[in-house]
């Protein structure tokens, strides 16, 4: 099945602080989505983003599907932003969707 | 907005029990899914179900685990005899499209004692 590698496991940042979390895949895919997921354990959708960028606030997203890869931007990070940040993926080959998850970022940001 | 929802948000029980798990997918999609997450590990696919059968199981979804859309509004996970290992956040998704964007409930995290 496909692999998916996340980059770095894990990322201490200072409020206000800016940083880059990274996803790597290794087969084509067609859909690519970030998640967050918070103390409570819930999975909250950031971008649903198989190709190109998207701005949702504070957060941005870029996806190179030729290259195999996504990149998650975080600006101006709040201690709400804590938590384990999930890229997964959809294989091209699979017509019934199933998500391929890598093994996360832990991000914590200190006051 | 249109959202997943996920009852019980936590379930206690003793090894070898059954549980049924329940989610109520976004009203117009047709494909569901569950996952599950082991504490501290991540996210694994465990079915994929389309129009009223199984699509996709992965190695995990043995004879164990059954899934049904017993009405049109409720898709269940049924454990028939659970183990320690059992023990995890189970997430239900649904989309609207078989490669589309999927959106995840809450999540029910299953205690086997």
């Known amino acids: 099945g496909i692999q998916v590698e996340q980059s770095p496991p894990d990322l201490i940042l200072q409020e206000g602080a800016n940083s880059t979390l990274r996803c790597n895949f290794s087969d084509s895919v067609n859909n690519l989505q970030w998640f967050h997921q918070n103390p409570w354990g819930q999975l909250i959708n950031l971008f649903y983003?198989?190709?190109g960028t998207k701005q949702n606030g504070r957060l941005s997203a870029t996806t190179v599907a030729t290259e195999r890869y996504s990149l998650l931007y975080i600006s101006s990070s709040q201690t709400t932003d804590s938590g384990v940040y999930f890229c997964a993926v959809g294989g091209s080959t699979d017509s019934w969707g199933k998500l391929q998850f890598g093994a996360g970022t832990q991000v914590v940001v200190t006051p | 907005e249109p959202e997943v929802t996920q009852t019980p948000s936590h379930q206690v029980t003793q090894m070898g029990q059954e549980v049924i798990l329940r989610c109520v997918p976004i009203?117009?999609?047709?494909?569901f899914y569950w996952y599950r997450q082991i504490l501290g590990q991540k996210v694994e696919f465990l079915v994929s179900f389309y129009n009223n059968e199984i699509s996709e199981k992965s190695e995990i979804f043995d004879d164990q685990f059954s899934v049904e859309r017993p009405d049109g509004s409720n898709f269940t996970l049924k454990i028939r005899s659970t183990k320690l290992e059992d023990s995890a956040m189970y997430f239900c998704?649904?989309?609207?499209?078989?490669?589309?964007?999927?959106?995840f409930g809450p999540g029910t995290r299953l205690t086997v004692l």
């Open positions: 009203s117009n999609h047709l494909y």
């Open positions: 983003i198989p190709s």
């Open positions: 998704a649904s989309g609207g499209q078989g490669a589309g964007e999927q959106f």
